[in-house]
């Protein structure tokens, strides 16, 4: 038989035997924990970590038939207003079924405003169609509408469509920004400055990226306010390890649903440009307002407003979504950042950074300019979308000022105002007994406490520690976009835990 050189084993073998007699040699695993990137396993996601497990397992076990002491789990541990029930704006849904199946157009169900928006949209589309790739900064008439809408929110003060970047959601842009500002090593690896609690993406990302994490505390005896002297103090000592570049807000809050103020907003700014740092402004809550007294105002606007000295030098990063507010549209993932003082060739750099995940998704762009570009007075769809809008944001409020009211009649349990976003961050008294019971099952005490409420009631929560919080206290987050029937059953079910819990380990 023929016979050929392997110049791998440098040996002659007959093709035949070659393949019959060669054995692989015995080799371990080429990727392993071990082996594996480090900054991967330092990653910790609470919104979707082992309490939203165990629930997916028990809504299993209930559909098996396994009986428990309850007949659903209720999931109040993360933003998804249409899983927990919430109605999709109608004149949204209506463009998006006309872009996905443009067949649709010739319809008359459909008003004409509305096949006026899909065809704008799809004509921007290359082949006309929502499924073809789009540029990497995102569609050109969308990224102009953002632009228009940014300036009518601030008050005329111009925002230039170069400056904004069509983002997979907030959560793309956010991620996509520390990249750029992600480097050094050791004592000069960059330091990222969050608020704690804080949302778990960024300490995520921050420890995916092998930057430092930078912490500075809510003042919680102040329903959460951020005070320029925490921000010092967390500076100071940070640049004794790292070089803090980067200062990240997220207003209004998750998890804590604070709304800064004006002059807090001012307050950050100065303190940004005496210190030379990035600003990172976490906006997607925005029309989420509900306290009186309280105002959504953009990092962008009060910074235009302090005049040349800062609106020419800060530099800013604001992000928004269609995922939260009164849209709720968390799956189509769309969102938008602005980039305002960016240095050109940083700003070439991201745009080339972009171009490497080729484009946000089509659908995610197409339903971003719905939210900035909404039905106007004199359209045949405003009045349904305006009272549909209306009737989700009066909702939020009023479940908003139901959770305070409720939390705040349990022995144990207090609860600042829910001014904005959509969740509350309780402070729990917890019993000795119970948190010396978690550390030996190394547990955190929150942790323990969610835990057990799950099993016993089918609320799913999130735990304090999954966000940071100051030593000794502990937390939950929850979300308040339940139906106001069973937020009210899950609040009250939740008052009757904690009693017997507190008994229990007393």
């Known amino acids: 038989p023929k016979t050929e050189r392997y110049p791998v084993w440098g040996k002659r073998l007959t093709t035949r035997s070659a393949v019959q007699s060669f054995t692989l040699p015995r080799l371990g695993k080429v990727l392993t924990a071990d082996t594996m990137n480090a900054n991967v396993k330092k990653v910790d996601y609470a919104v979707r970590g ?77 082949g006309n169609s929502i499924g ?9 008439c969308v990224r102009h509408d953002v632009a228009n809408y940014i ?65 500075y505390y809510l003042n919680e005896e102040k329903c959460w306010s951020l005070d320029i002297s925490e921000l010092q103090r967390s500076l100071q000592a940070a640049r004794e390890h790292c070089n803090p570049s980067v200062l990240c807000i997220i207003n209004p809050g998750n998890p804590t649903g604070q709304v800064q ?51 020419s030098k800060v530099e800013l990063a604001s992000f928004h979504s269609t995922s939260k507010c009164y849209m709720g549209e968390c799956g189509f993932r769309g969102g938008y950042m602005e ?21 946000p998704p089509a659908p995610g762009q197409a339903l971003m300019d719905l939210v900035v570009n909404s039905p106007q007075p004199g359209e045949p769809s405003h009045q349904t979308f305006m009272k549909e ?29 829910v001014q904005g976003a959509m969740y509350s961050f309780p402070r729990i008294t917890l019993p000795e007994r119970s948190i010396n019971e978690a550390k030996a099952k190394g547990q955190a005490p929150d942790m323990f406490y969610c835990m057990k409420l799950l099993e016993e009631t089918g609320i799913c929560l999130v735990p304090g520690s999954g966000f940071g919080q100051r030593e000794g206290t502990y937390h939950f987050r929850m979300t308040i976009l339940p139906p106001t029937d069973k937020l009210k059953t899950l609040l009250n079910k939740l008052k009757e835990f904690h009693q017997k819990f507190t008994q229990q380990y007393s």
């Open 50 to 126: 082992p309490i939203v497990q165990r629930a997916v397992q028990i809504e299993k076990e209930l559909k098996e038939g396994v009986k428990k002491p309850f007949e659903e789990v209720i999931k109040a541990n993360i933003g998804d207003a249409h899983a927990m029930g919430q109605r999709p704006i109608t004149f949204f849904r209506q463009v998006m079924a006309l872009c996905t199946y443009p067949l649709l157009l010739d319809d008359n169900k459909f008003p004409e405003d509305v096949k006026n928006r899909a065809r704008r949209i799809l004509q921007s589309c290359g």
């Open 132 to 140: 073809a790739y789009t540029t990497s900064q995102g569609i050109d």
């Open 151 to 215: 300036q009518r929110r601030d008050g005329g003060i111009p925002s230039d469509p170069d400056n904004i970047y069509l983002t997979t959601g907030a959560s793309d842009g956010i991620v996509t920004i520390l990249k750029l500002l992600n480097t050094g090593e050791g004592r000069t690896r960059t330091g990222v400055m969050i608020s704690i609690p804080q949302y778990p993406l960024y300490s995520a990302s921050i420890a995916e990226l092998g930057a430092v994490q930078v912490n």
């Open 261 to 311: 103020s004006r002059q807090c907003i001012e307050d950050v700014i100065q303190f940004a440009a005496k210190e030379n740092l990035f600003l990172m402004a976490d906006e997607v809550y925005q029309d989420n307002v509900y306290a009186e007294g309280c105002e959504f105002h953009s990092f962008k606007k009060v910074l235009f407003e302090m005049g040349p000295e800062y609106s």
């Open 339 to 359: 980039v305002i003082n960016m240095d050109p060739e940083v700003k070439a750099q991201l745009t080339k950074l972009v171009s490497v995940r080729l484009c």
């Open 389 to 417: 809008r209306t009737a989700i944001l009066s909702a939020l409020a009023e479940k908003a000022k139901l959770t305070e009211q409720i939390l705040n009649t349990v022995p144990g349990i207090s609860c600042n105002p």
